[in-house]
């Protein structure tokens, strides 16, 4: 299993319409075959323009494949990517 957590940073006046994107991105996730668990956390008060994501992937194929899939290019590469002012990603396996 591969686990890609990834965490952005909006401008808070855009945050409304990065979650609208994001929860689009994950429903449509979810239902792709090597996807084995996809969630999005939206920072409380003080950090409304921050999301976290956390996706498990069966492999580095099934992953390859969701960076290929129209979702994900239209609401992540075409959406949410130009919005963001941050964007840190860490891709690995679990440890514990």
């Known amino acids: 299993m591969l686990i890609n957590a990834v965490v ?8 409304d ?3 609208r994107m994001f929860a689009e991105l ?3 996730s979810r239902k792709e075959p090597g996807c084995l668990g996809y969630e999005v956390m939206r920072g ?3 950090a409304r323009g921050t999301f976290a994501l956390f996706e ?3 492999d580095q194929a ?6 290929a ?3 994900f290019i239209r609401l992540g590469l075409n959406g949410v990517r130009p ?9 690995g396996a679990l440890v514990a």
């Open 69 to 71: 899939a129209e979702h």
């Open 62 to 67: 099934a992953l390859d494949e969701h960076m």
């Open 56 to 58: 498990k992937w069966r």
């Open 8 to 15: 952005y940073t909006v401008p808070e006046d855009r945050a």
């Open 26 to 28: 994950a429903a449509a």
């Open 83 to 91: 919005i963001a002012t941050g964007r840190t990603a860490v891709k």
């Open 44 to 46: 409380g008060e003080g």
């Open 17 to 19: 319409e990065v979650e």
